[in-house]
T-cell receptor, first 114, second 113 residues
Framework: DQQVKQNSPSLSVQEGRISILNCDYT??????FLWYKKYPAEGPTFLIS?????DKNEDGRFTVFLNKSAKHLSLHIVPSQPGDSAVYFC?????????????FGQGTTLQVKP | EAGVTQSPTHLIKTRGQQATLRCSPI?????VYWYQQALGLGLQFLLW???????NRGNFPPRFSGRQFPNYSSELNVNALELEDSALYLC????????????FGSGTRLTVV
């Protein structure tokens, strides 16, 4: 049961352009969604989150959009930089039942070309 | 402030042996989470410890177990190692801020030969 899906395994963009990473979910009980960035041989690093009652959250070059009716969220990176090249994971956090676990998608590998 | 620390960084074991992985959370965090990332796969939830108790476990066999100590550090034990247990094992800790997510350590790369 894949509750969080990232259907694009990889994405390649040119430096300075916008990167858009997508994520779909099936569980309506998530109250927070989070994006993590992971470099090889390192642990994931928290990037940005959004509450399920919001539709947008912005932090510098990173903006997350949430479309609850479509059960879809996206991470926009503008402008993209070569240092953004990494694997990006979206994750959902349960609300009413505190299971303690984040449910992660499979990840999308972003490559930003100079 | 020190982050989440894990040891060892790399571990090579033979099939059938036992592996012990260690994690120290961020100071003040009482919850510790363990995740497995097998090659080419996402992060799979293993275990959650809080205040010394196991609160939840993922869909893994009983060979995977652990504990949390009074200082909130944690151990993950994997018994009767199988080749498919080869993976990156990540530990994370969190505060009560649900918006802030979890802070992960750099992981232990376990290789079973």
């Amino acid at each position: 049961d894949q509750q969080v899906k990232q259907n694009s395994p990889s994405l390649s963009v040119q430096e300075g352009r916008i990167s858009i990473l997508n994520c779909d979910y099936t569980n309506s009980m998530f109250d927070y969604f989070l994006w993590y960035k992971k470099y090889p041989a390192e642990g994931p690093t928290f990037l940005i989150s959004i509450s399920s009652i919001k539709d947008k959250n912005e932090d510098g070059r990173f903006t997350v959009f949430l479309n609850k009716s479509a059960k879809h969220l996206s991470l926009h990176i503008v402008p993209s930089q070569p240092g953004d090249s990494a694997v990006y994971f979206c994750a959902g956090n349960h609300g009413s039942s505190n299971t303690g676990k984040l449910i992660f998608g499979q990840g999308t590998t972003l490559q930003v070309k100079p | 402030e020190a982050g989440v620390t894990q040891s060892p960084t790399h571990l090579i074991k033979t099939r059938g042996q036992q592996a012990t992985l260690r994690c120290s959370p961020i100071s003040g965090h009482t919850s510790v989470y363990w995740y497995q990332q097998a090659l080419g796969l996402g992060l799979q939830f293993l275990l959650w410890y809080d205040e010394g108790e196991e609160r939840n476990r993922g869909n893994f066999p009983p060979r995977f177990s652990g504990r949390q100590f009074p200082n909130y550090s944690s151990e993950l034990n994997v018994n009767a190692l199988e080749l498919e247990d080869s993976a990156l094992y990540l530990c994370a800790s969190s505060s009560l801020d649900r918006a802030g997510g979890y802070t992960f350590g750099s992981g232990t790369r376990l290789t079973v030969v």
